[in-house]
């Protein structure tokens, strides 16, 4: 995607966009690009917005400053965060750890303003990368300054939420940012903060159980009779995770030129989140008072409000971010690079009240859940480089470590220290090393053969659980795969390319699949420690072609993959069991397209569209037989985007871009047909963006998403309506 010039009133400072991932370009894959252009069109918060219009995609982000904003893609819904990787330059990113909606990859160590272009990659097609490659791969490449560079931003925006509930309002938040870098002789330096706050959109709703002692039931107004997603009647007096966050980033990157033939980039990120999450009762007695607790007479009808279903939560987390690269070239065409990680939960801490306390927390009991050392490592070290005139060859070896240790306690007053009991616990690990090899061998004019494989051996050690009591110690496991990868390409003229591609994905269990669970009669429950992992064998034959103006593609793809990992209940034995647990077979096919074109029809129109039909399927599942034949969870049957942007005088331009998710299930048997709080449904927004650049180095914008306020849900209500104002400075 050609990226537009900049407006004659602005100088930008010249930088340069680190690309670790060698030769990124040559991946036998579907590749979209978003440029550092494309994202100030848009209106950006995070760097989870780069993805905003990205084809086939999406990002579950459900306020600004969401930390469990989960990919979506292809083959994954929300709830499969470890078929995803994110990297920023070769640092992974991505929380694999677990899978679901706490597994989102950790956006907040990457700010906007240091992104410089995002590459996403479809699809297990290259051996470079593990098996949770399997659904989407995201590079971020960062800038460095070439010389003297500094840039302040200031945003503001405001949200327009409304539901059918009665907690409808205004939430609205604040960002500032702010960056200083250079460039003097070998060494480059970029110094990034970022404070973050905000008020967010009720997430979730209290609802009461039919019965109690209807001589004792208080009545009262304002409560909702309701429908879950499958039909049944409830009723909903409350709303719960109204989360006011204050996120504040740091991040300090250095780079230097050894050599000539090496270079070294040295990244430190930190992170801290401080966020409250508050109730509010909706309903009221005969004298006006709020009532949270207790029997209620609502509807004709009597109920009995469960004690902590209006109880709040707060969390406090720190995290650290280390990494460092090296990487050279050698004269005959030869580059290698080397890059470790160590992602840090210095500090996380999510504390809950036991009791219902709408409005202001006042405090008492309730537990402290602490997940504080856990975190990654990673290491990396990859050449690649010319053999003779037809081969392009890729080599490295790989090696990862997830740490995950948790642990919850009483506390006489959850606003305070976790300063009573033990409740529960559970700890585990996870290790891969891996070694791979690809060739690429352009063994004739227009036609390119791309054969790799990559080894893997990976390993769970460690796993404990707990309860008050006691404790028990799960059994090591070790296993190793092998992953062929292979794709032909012919570009049969200048302008078109055909490729066929078909690669095998292994995603291995993570660390809360396979430890978290429960102890009952002395021995674990509820949990596999033997799941198998997921293995996809995936399919892509892409059409692609180049105009002098921009491109299009069409790609069909099919992902057949066994053993999917997903909570689930086992319906074959009694009493019946909730776990994860692995889904026998599991099928997605689809069809995609998408283009982008510059100055369409007229000077300074850019347009980019696409559109993707996908058919997910359950095709075996024997845990859960009422899954077979059913429409897999959380993958629409359809996604599309447009955005277009139009530079309509020097130092103006404007913004249009449309989203549409199609008609998906949220259960495995496809039984949630109500659209209400719970149910995963279809939405269109539109979202739109003016900018002026005012003066020299000066931009103002104003912009908008949801502009029709429209109301959707995936589990928990989006963001309505949400304006934005923003006033920029570069130098």
Do not use: C
């Not at 100030?40 to 579950?60: F, G």
């Not at 690990?429 to 690809?438: D, G, I, K, N, V």
């Not at 069409?554 to 009493?575: K, N």
């Not at 037989?625 to 005088?649: E, H, Q, T």
Request: proline content about 4%.
């Amino acid at each position: 995607m050609a990226t537009d010039p900049a407006p004659a009133t602005t100088t930008l400072a010249p930088v340069s966009v680190h690309a670790s991932d060698t030769m990124v370009t040559e991946t036998p894959a579907v590749r979209v690009q978003v440029t550092r252009a494309q994202l100030h069109r848009q209106n950006v918060t995070e760097s989870a917005d780069a993805l905003k219009y990205a084809p086939n995609m999406m990002v579950r982000k459900r306020y600004i400053g969401d930390p469990n904003a989960v990919i979506s893609g292809r083959n994954a819904g929300t709830l499969q965060s470890a078929r995803s990787l994110v990297y920023a330059d070769g640092l992974l990113l991505s929380n694999l750890m677990t899978n679901g909606y706490d597994g989102a990859p950790r956006w907040g160590m990457v700010a906007p303003e240091e992104i410089g272009a995002v590459d996403i990659l479809y699809g297990p097609y290259s051996a470079l990368y593990p098996g949770n490659s399997l659904g989407t791969t995201v590079l971020i490449h960062t800038t460095l300054p070439q010389r003297l560079t500094a840039s302040v931003s200031s945003q503001f925006f405001s949200q327009d939420f409304h539901d059918a509930y009665g907690s409808s309002g205004h939430y609205n938040g604040r960002q500032i940012a702010a960056t200083l870098g250079d460039k003097q002789g070998r060494w480059s330096w970029l110094l990034e903060v970022n404070r973050l706050d905000n008020d967010g959109q009720p997430l979730q709703y209290a609802t009461a159980q039919a019965g109690g002692n209807a001589a004792t039931a208080v009545p009262v107004t304002g409560a909702t009779l309701d429908r879950n997603p499958n039909g049944s009647p409830r009723l909903v007096y409350g709303a719960n995770s109204i989360e006011h966050t204050v996120q504040t980033q740091a991040k300090f990157k250095l780079g230097v030129d050894i050599t000539d033939n090496i270079a070294a980039l040295f990244t430190l990120g930190w992170w801290h989140d401080r966020a409250q999450d508050r109730t509010r009762s909706l309903i009221r007695n005969a004298d006006g008072q709020l009532v949270s607790s207790g029997v209620i007479d609502a509807a004709g009808t009597t109920w009995t409000l469960p004690a902590s279903g209006l109880a709040p939560s707060s969390g406090v987390d720190t995290h650290m971010l280390y990494g460092a690269e090296l990487n050279g070239h050698f004269d005959n065409g030869w580059r290698w690079t080397s890059v470790v990680s160590h992602y840090d939960f210095l500090h996380s801490k999510a504390a809950t009240a036991n009791l219902a306390e709408p409005g202001v927390p006042i405090g008492g009991p309730g537990t402290v859940a602490d997940k504080g050392g856990s975190g990654w490592d990673t290491f990396d070290l990859r050449s690649s480089g010319p053999l003779g005139d037809q081969h392009m060859l890729y080599a490295g070896i790989h090696g990862d470590r997830y740490v995950l240790d948790t642990r919850v306690r009483n506390a006489s007053d959850w606003l305070g220290d976790a300063d009573g009991t033990q409740v529960s616990a559970f700890a585990g690990r996870t290790q891969t090393r891996a070694a791979y090899l690809q060739d690429v061998w352009s063994f004739a004019p227009a036609w390119a053969l791309t054969i790799g494989g990559r080894l893997e051996q990976w390993r769970a050690y460690g796993g404990l659980l707990a309860n008050a009591s006691s404790s028990l110690r799960y059994t090591d496991r070790q296993r190793t795969d092998f992953s062929p990868k292979a794709a032909l390409s012919w570009d049969f003229s200048d302008d078109w390319q055909l490729r066929l591609a078909h690669g095998k994905a292994v995603r291995y269990p993570t660390v809360a699949e396979l430890f978290q669970g429960t102890i009952s009669a002395n021995a674990i429950v509820n949990n596999n420690p033997d799941l198998q992992p997921e293995i996809d064998e995936s399919t892509d034959l892409t059409l692609n072609r180049s105009l002098t103006n921009g491109h299009w593609r069409v790609s069909l793809f099919q992902d057949r993959i066994a053993h999917s990992l997903y909570s689930q209940t086992d319906i074959t034995v009694t009493p019946t069991v909730t776990s994860v647990q692995n889904i026998d077979r599991s099928r997605v096919r689809g069809i995609e397209g998408e283009f982008g074109l510059t100055d369409v029809w007229t000077s300074g129109l850019d347009l980019q569209a696409s559109v993707a039909f996908t058919h997910s399927r359950t095709l075996e599942d024997r845990q859960y037989p009422l899954a077979d034949g059913k429409w897999f969870p959380r993958i629409p049957k359809m996604r599309a985007s447009v955005f277009a942007d139009y530079r309509f005088a020097a130092q103006w331009d404007m913004s249009l871009g449309l989203r549409h998710s199609g008609r998906q299930y949220g259960s495995l048997d496809n039984s949630d047909f109500v659209d209400s709080y719970g149910a995963v449904t279809a939405f269109t927004v539109a979202d739109a963006k003016l900018r002026w650049h005012l003066a020299r180095g000066w931009t103002a914008s104003l912009g908008v998403d949801n502009l029709t306020n429209e109301h959707y849900w995936v589990y928990h209500p989006y963001a309505g309506r949400t304006w934005f104002g923003e006033l920029r400075w570069d130098l």
